[in-house]
């Protein structure tokens, strides 16, 4: 698929470098749930085809972090997914995050205080330095949602794995552009709605089989056994041995839009949508007279920037008093140049 023809697949009206706070789907996703929806208000068909679409759903995402489609639990959201996580987490343990860490990925485990589970953090460029003999797990996002800073992955993975503790990244800010192998950690947590494209309302997890021996399935129901279609009145409680024993329900309309969407992003590939989005963010910086940087997602620190932008009909978000601009698949040239133009005062 040739990148310069690639927003053709997008309706995007505005100068959209919001990305990291959602993300706009293709037209054929838009379009998927639209059809659903119509066939829900009609009443013409059963879910089956929603249903189908979960899984789709679920095999592409599997795929897109090099994980076994059995091994990914679908779920709604981050903190969801890592409820059953933190309940194996033994009395007394130590939890390290970064300072700063989203707390979708820090209250799951800090509710459990009253275990005597401790959440302490560091700085994300020493989190491995901190990391010792009291360490039950590690948990840090991949790329993180106020700065765009990427992790120091393998440094952390190799001072986790010194001393024995588990390793846990949400990959909300991070699948879609960066590339992900899920099977390096004991946990990743994905929610689809923002470089997934996907509505809200979407998760994903991979959990290795150290850290699913460990968790229980406290949410379980049918989505969750063996043979979902036969378990709508089983006492006997047949979960499945592999990932989708910790399932909910699948949204369904989510769902849709994200099978497509997550195939649009595979048949483009991660690789070559890493290095337009990386390109773009530094086209921005080097505008703007500042070092390039490894992330599509940076911030500005200027007076008035988010109100200059927002006037020229650039979106972005506000974010530890800075304006942050995130650069997608979707995001050309001419709109960096525009939002450049913005901050300059050029426009």
């Known amino acids: 698929m040739d990148l310069h023809s690639v927003r053709e697949l ?4 505005s100068v959209w470098l919001n990305t990291a706070q959602y993300g706009i789907p293709p037209r054929a996703g838009a379009a998927a749930l639209s059809d659903a929806v119509d066939v829900w208000r009609h009443g013409r068909d059963t879910p089956a085809a929603w249903g189908a679409a979960a899984e789709t759903a679920r095999e592409r995402f599997a795929t897109l972090v090099g994980a076994a489609p059995p091994d990914v639990t679908q779920g709604a959201s981050v903190s969801q997914l890592l409820g059953p996580a933190g309940l194996a987490v033994p009395d007394g343990a130590r939890v390290l995050a970064p300072e700063g860490e989203f707390t979708s990925n ?31 797990i590690v948990t840090f996002s991949l790329v993180q949602f106020a700065t765009g800073e990427v992790a120091p992955v393998d440094e952390i993975l190799a001072a986790a794995r010194r001393h024995g503790a588990l390793v846990c990244v949400d990959a909300t800010q991070a699948a879609g552009w960066l590339p992900v192998d899920a099977t390096r950690f004991d946990a990743l947590v994905c929610a689809c709605y923002k470089w997934l494209m996907a509505p809200r309302g979407l998760a994903f997890g991979y959990f290795s089989p150290r850290l699913r021996s460990l968790m229980r399935p ?6 969750a056994a063996q043979d979902p279609m036969a378990s709508f009145s089983d006492p006997d409680m047949r979960l499945s041995r592999t990932g989708t024993r910790f399932d909910i329900s699948p949204n369904w309309f989510a769902a849709v839009a ?15 949508i890493h290095a337009h989005n990386v390109a773009l963010a530094n086209r921005f910086l080097t505008a703007l007279g500042r070092p390039e940087g490894n992330s599509a997602i940076v911030t500005v620190d200027a ?9 020229a009909g650039v979106r972005v978000a506000e974010r530890a008093g800075r304006a942050r601009a995130s650069f997608h698949v979707y995001t050309t040239e001419d709109d960096v140049d525009r939002a450049v133009a913005a901050l300059l005062g050029t426009a």
């Open 303 to 311: 007076p008035g920037a988010g109100e200059r932008l927002a006037a």
């Open 258 to 272: 994200a099978a497509v969407s997550i195939g649009v992003i595979l048949d483009i590939g991660v690789q070559r």
């Open 218 to 223: 406290v949410a379980a129901g049918p989505s």
């Open 106 to 136: 820090l209250y799951p485990w800090m509710a459990h205080a009253d275990r005597g589970v401790e959440v302490v953090t560091a700085p994300l460029d020493k989190l491995a330095d901190a990391v010792d003999e009291r360490t039950w």
């Open 10 to 13: 997008w309706d995007v009206d």
